[in-house]
């Protein structure tokens, strides 16, 4: 990371911009490009690897499309009424396939919903499976599984602690903000019947789960949602900006001072943390720039159709876990699974030189383009970046980072 | 508004890469981006390369 005093910021700028840095006069700040250059440290072009094979890694099982809850922001929400849940002999199926397929030793499977916890005997039959089946072909198989906590019982907590099944707990802030939009099948708010269950994870757990919240207009002011939360002793959290089209939900370009106001009072609450030994993570302020992602993986996009995808309870197999049920995007089915072509499609599109407008922006390698589902709900093209995004993005990139620099004395 | 360095112009260091694996065009070590805590594909950043022999049985 290179820090800029504002002489040399309008420089860089200048150069970005199409300044020949050859053409700069003689003197220090022509040395220093002249020498960032010959080392390759800016303005380098690198022509990045993509997979050749077929190359499955993770899967999200949508094990249940029924849900104990009713938020009103949900993307599942006609699913839900369906309410179909996988069998644990398709978990298993699908299982089978990911680690027969998988190029890597290492291989992640999320349970998602819906609600997983009401599939939760597929739950268990595709862990107990994989466990062996995993020995036979050197394999490792890693489980997280996203729920609403409102029916974790104790001996679902015991089997995921046996089973290092990370939980990512979904919980809006405190009681006014959470029960805004996460609100029980009868209409009564949630916070009180899922705060006890999410407490109980956090006193039995030092890592393995996040708090997963979501944000919106009527909620912009996330950080006093999160700094409440961190105050209650939950110190794992990530919290995201909704992607909705619904006014008084949606976010607008008006938003965004507010939203970086409130990464920027995030950042010095999280930095405060850090320097006075209070416990804390803040799953998007957690980034090491030394051990990061390799190039390859930076470029390479989300993963979705290429190395991830979803299967659904009817063995509906999905770019990823927000497909679920887009009929144009289905990949095929476990019975007929994705061919090298569908592969080969996917990882071109989901590449980072294949987005049209990425490459040239400075996030890009962060972001890596994004969320292509994301993409296509907000601008009709899973090519084409989602804006708001991309703000939001940038700024939570950029408060990132000036945690990275204030703690990495 | 927070200090100068939050408006920074940010360099890839291209070819330096946090991973030495970067010549194995098949490693599959890592994280896939979107399986995160955060279930979102913006996750990129905040991942660490595994390869380099960061390891565990939990994903998060």
Request: proline share 6%.
């Amino acid at each position: 990371m290179l820090l800029l005093d504002s002489e040399a910021h309008d420089l860089f700028t200048k150069i970005e911009e199409g300044l020949d840095p050859f053409s700069l006069p003689p003197g220090e700040a022509r040395e220093m490009v002249l020498g960032l250059i010959s080392e390759g440290i800016i303005l380098s072009k690198v022509d990045y690897p993509r997979p050749q094979k077929l190359s499955p890694k993770s899967l999200c099982l949508i094990v249940s499309h029924a849900c104990n809850m009713a938020c009103t922001y949900c993307s599942l929400s006609k699913a839900t009424v369906e309410g179909k849940l996988m069998s644990p002999e398709t978990a298993i199926r699908a299982m089978k396939w990911l680690i027969d397929n998988a190029p890597g030793i290492k291989v992640d499977v999320d349970f998602f919903g819906g609600e997983p916890t009401l599939a939760w005997n597929t739950v268990k039959a595709a862990v107990d499976f994989s466990k062996e089946y995993s020995k036979t072909k050197n394999k490792t198989v890693r489980f997280s599984m996203s729920t609403n906590a409102l029916g974790l019982t104790d001996e679902m907590l015991d089997y995921c602690d046996e089973n290092y099944i990370s939980l990512i707990l979904s919980l809006d802030g405190p009681k006014a903000e959470n029960d805004r939009c996460r609100v029980l099948k009868d209409g009564r708010p949630s916070f009180d019947a899922v705060l006890p269950n999410i407490m109980k994870v956090a006193q039995r757990r030092q890592r393995g789960w996040y708090v997963r919240g979501t944000y919106s207009k009527g909620t912009i002011n996330f950080s006093d949602s999160v700094i409440a939360l961190h105050k209650m002793g939950i110190n794992n959290l990530a919290f995201e900006p909704v992607v909705s089209n619904v006014s008084g939900v949606a976010f607008s370009k008006e938003d965004i001072p507010v939203i970086r106001e409130e990464y920027e009072k995030l950042a010095r609450y999280y930095v405060e943390c850090k320097k006075t030994g209070v416990p804390i993570k803040f799953y998007h302020f957690e980034m090491d720039l030394e051990n990061g992602p390799c190039a390859r993986k930076s470029a390479g996009g989300c993963g979705a159709g290429a190395e991830y995808l979803a299967v659904s309870p009817d063995e509906k197999i999905w770019p990823c876990h927000q497909f679920d049920t887009e009929k144009d995007f289905c990949l095929g089915t476990l019975g007929d699974p994705p061919t090298q072509t569908v592969y080969d499609k996917y990882t071109i599109k989901n590449h980072l030189t294949g987005k049209r407008e990425c490459p040239d922006c400075w996030a890009s390698y962060f972001c890596s383009g994004g969320c292509i589902a994301s993409n296509k709900l907000q601008e009709g093209d899973i090519l084409l970046p989602y804006k708001m995004g991309c703000l939001i993005q940038k700024i939570r990139l950029e408060a990132a980072l000036w945690v990275y620099s204030e703690l990495r004395e | 508004m927070l200090p100068e360095v939050t408006r920074m112009r940010i360099k890839i260091i291209a070819k330096k890469p946090a991973c030495s694996n970067i010549d194995d065009e098949n490693c599959r070590e890592c994280q896939t981006p979107c399986k995160s805590a955060a279930k979102t594909a913006n996750t990129i950043s905040n991942q660490i390369c595994e390869a380099k022999g960061a390891n565990s049985p939990w994903i998060l």
